[in-house]
């Protein structure tokens, strides 16, 4: 194995012009979430050219398998996401967005020409490892119902069925030249919460002809907190944000309705449910005592993510045995979501950070801005890294 590292930081050195080149195509040519027709085209067209055969899920993901020696003896998936997001780039870059009003601010374009690196490379040196590497390019991170979900749905996890998953993101708060990790509870449970409360409107001068739906809507929202602060269990965190408040009166008119908008975000499946369930019926209870009606809906966003913790601690140490000790940092919690949670509940799982900051640069935007860019010295590292995380679950 210690030769095989070897190899595979070569490769991933020698391939990074051919990554860097497949990121800058992507990110020129950004397509929206569920749209990425061009993007999986081309996805497939490298894979096909390296002789790796490809497979059409979800509509706009594909699918490639890499076989070792003994490919059944164990599967391990690595997942790629491949969407943009509908923001007008700022960066002045030859590679800037050639697609008005849509960019890679996310990064997306990082994880699929690192994918397609990494697959380069386990291609390249299949006769080398035992067992068979799923590769995962997944369509629509950024929108709800997410592609993960739709991907395992289609059945994305059997077939053969992988034992683990790798997913690789960049991140704006480490250095490029680091790898973070973080074991168990990582990332937030997203739920949008819409409350419509049903008031009766007329003159401000006459509240005691009217059932104001504003003050009922103030009490909902200062009394759903105390959901967060009273009936939550500490060990787990949790926030939920009222974003919007609508309320189409004037000074002196008393409108019949308000609409409040909100995110409920937890670490917890069995307190997310019960969250929602207490917020619900705190809602419509108050708006009933005050004469009025809550309409509570939810639009339910994805699971929390969760690592592995045997599976995240081995793929640190096989970090460390790639990178040194010093480069790879332990994450904090983000109350955040990402769709590779999805994964996570059905299967081992390792979310793991690409660091891409770089302060001498400039490069410190933060992710989903017009400004955002990497330091490209990461794509030297992403695909290697990833080709030995996976190398390294199949030998163990
Ligand atoms: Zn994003
Ligand atoms: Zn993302």
Not at 84 to 104: C, R
Not at 139 to 164: C, D, F, R, T, Y
């Amino acid at each position: 194995m210690a030769s095989l590292v070897e190899k595979i930081k070569s490769l991933s050195n020698s391939l990074a012009q051919e990554t860097v080149g497949n990121r800058h195509h992507l990110h020129m040519h950004p397509e929206l979430s569920f749209q990425e027709t061009a993007t999986q085209a081309f996805v497939e067209k490298q894979l096909n050219a390296w002789g790796i055969a490809t497979n059409r899920l979800a509509n706009t993901g594909v699918v490639a398998i890499i076989e070792g020696k003994n490919p059944s003896k164990k599967v391990v998936a690595l997942r790629a996401d491949m969407d943009a997001l509908p923001i007008i780039e700022t960066n002045d870059v030859p590679y800037k967005s050639q697609n008005p009003g849509v960019m890679h601010a996310c990064g997306h374009d990082v994880h699929t020409s690192s994918l397609l690196g990494t697959a380069h490379i386990l291609q390249t040196i299949k006769d080398e490892f035992e067992g068979t590497v799923k590769l995962i390019f997944q369509p629509a991170e950024e929108k709800a119902p997410g592609g993960a979900s739709i991907m395992i749905k289609e059945g994305v996890l059997e077939n053969p069925k992988p034992v683990s998953i790798f997913g690789q993101h960049v991140a704006t708060n480490v250095p490029v030249g680091k790898i973070g990790f973080r074991e168990g509870m990582y990332m937030a449970s997203t739920d949008e919460l819409y409350v419509k409360v049903i008031g009766k409107g007329g003159h401000g001068a006459m509240p005691d002809a009217c059932i104001d739906p504003i003050v009922i809507a103030s009490h909902i929202i200062v009394a759903m907190q105390q959901i967060i602060s009273r009936n939550k269990n500490p060990k787990f965190p949790s926030v939920l944000t009222f974003g919007k408040i609508e309320g189409l009166g004037a000074t002196n008119v008393i409108p019949d309705e308000v609409n409040i908008a909100g995110t409920f975000r937890a670490m917890d499946e069995t307190w997310r449910a019960e969250g929602l369930e207490k917020m619900k019926k705190l809602a419509e209870g108050i708006a009933d005592a005050m004469g009025g009606q809550a309409i509570f809906e939810v639009l339910k966003g994805y699971p929390f993510l969760q690592n592995n913790p045997e599976l995240t601690r081995k793929a640190k140490a096989a970090a460390i045995a790639y990178m040194g000790e010093e480069n790879v940092v332990d994450l904090d919690l983000w109350m955040a979501g990402e769709d590779f949670a999805f994964y996570t509940h059905h299967v081992d799982a390792c979310f793991y950070r690409l660091g891409i900051r770089n302060e001498a640069k400039g490069i410190t935007s933060g992710v989903h801005t017009p400004s955002f860019d990497i330091d490209e010295d990461a794509l030297a590292i992403g695909p290697g890294l990833m080709a030995w995380l996976a190398v390294n679950e199949l030998d163990s």
